[in-house]
C-alpha cells in the first residue's frame, strides 16, 4: 500500500478479500513501518467479508475508526483466520451491536504488537 492510501467499502458497497491457508492475501505498507497506510474500513452501508489475509504497517491516528482493519456504526465487517501486525492503535475496531462475525476475537489474531490493542470493541 503507498503511504495513506486507504480501502473503503461505502454506500452498500463490498469488499471481499479471499484467500487460503496456505495461500493468504499481504497488505501492507510500501515500506514496513507503522501508520504508513490508514487500513481498511465498512462504512455508510458497506461490508468487508475479510478470510486468511496478513495484514501490517497501517492505522492512521487521525482517522475517527480507530483501527487498522475496521467497522462504522453503519457498516458490517466479517473476518476470520487472519493476523494484523506493526499498526498504529488497534488492529481490528468494531461494534458489539452492529453486524460482524461473533467469533472475530478468537479466529484472527496480531502479532509483534506495537498498537495498544488487538481488539477494540465499541
Request: charged share 15%.
Amino acid at each position: 500500500m503507498s503511504p495513506s492510501s486507504v480501502i473503503f467499502a461505502t454506500n452498500g458497497g463490498i469488499i471481499d478479500i479471499k484467500g487460503t491457508s496456505a495461500r493468504k492475501v499481504n497488505l501492507s505498507g510500501e515500506f514496513n513501518t507503522i501508520n504508513y497506510w490508514r487500513g481498511i474500513y465498512a462504512d455508510n452501508g458497506g461490508r468487508l467479508n475479510i478470510d486468511h489475509a496478513v495484514i501490517a504497517d497501517g492505522g492512521e491516528a487521525s482517522t475517527n475508526f480507530g483501527g487498522m482493519v475496521a467497522q462504522s456504526s453503519d457498516g458490517a465487517l466479517y473476518i476470520t483466520n487472519s493476523t494484523l501486525s506493526n499498526f498504529l492503535k488497534y488492529g481490528i475496531a468494531y461494534y458489539a451491536s452492529k453486524p460482524h462475525n461473533a467469533d472475530i476475537e478468537t479466529s484472527n489474531s496480531c502479532s509483534g504488537n506495537t498498537g495498544i490493542s488487538c481488539f477494540w470493541k465499541r
